[in-house]
Nanobody, 122 residues
Framework: QVQLVESGGGLVQPGGSLRLSCAAS????????MGWYRQAPGKQRELVAT???????HYADSVKGRFTISRDNAKNTVYLQMNSLKPEDTAVYYC????????????????WGQGTQVTVSS
């Protein structure tokens, strides 16, 4: 089994910053892409940012220039630095990872964290 544990959410004023962390643990032979998604009340879950195992990144247009995704492969951890936060960034943020559990399979399994609430409000 694999666990993804997020931390770093909270309440912040517009224009402020937060840093989310997501640590993967358990049966991990190799991690593929890792990313962050978010879901606001009444809306579908949407992609925020992803990063490949070699550090290539992709961002939603709504967060480009404000959010930065990074990862520490030695710690199986992905981060999301969020700057210039806006009220519309308010959502539950979920971590996602593609995990190859052992060397006997080439298949990657998809895992999600439990989510962390980010609220941007004055």
């Amino acid at each position: 089994q694999v666990q993804l544990v997020e931390s770093g959410g909270g309440l912040v004023q517009p224009g402020g910053s937060l840093r989310l962390s997501c640590a993967a643990s358990g049966s991990i032979f190799r991690l593929n892409a890792m990313g962050w998604y978010r879901q606001a009340p009444g809306k579908q879950r949407e992609l925020v940012a992803t990063t490949t195992s070699i550090g290539d990144t992709h961002y939603a247009d709504s967060v480009k220039g404000r959010f930065t995704i990074s990862r520490d492969n030695a710690k199986n951890t992905v981060y999301l630095q969020m700057n210039s936060l806006k009220p519309e960034d308010t959502a539950v943020y979920y971590c996602n990872a593609g995990v190859r559990p052992n060397s006997y399979t080439a298949r990657y399994l998809d895992y999600w964290g439990q989510g962390t609430q980010v609220t941007v409000s004055s």
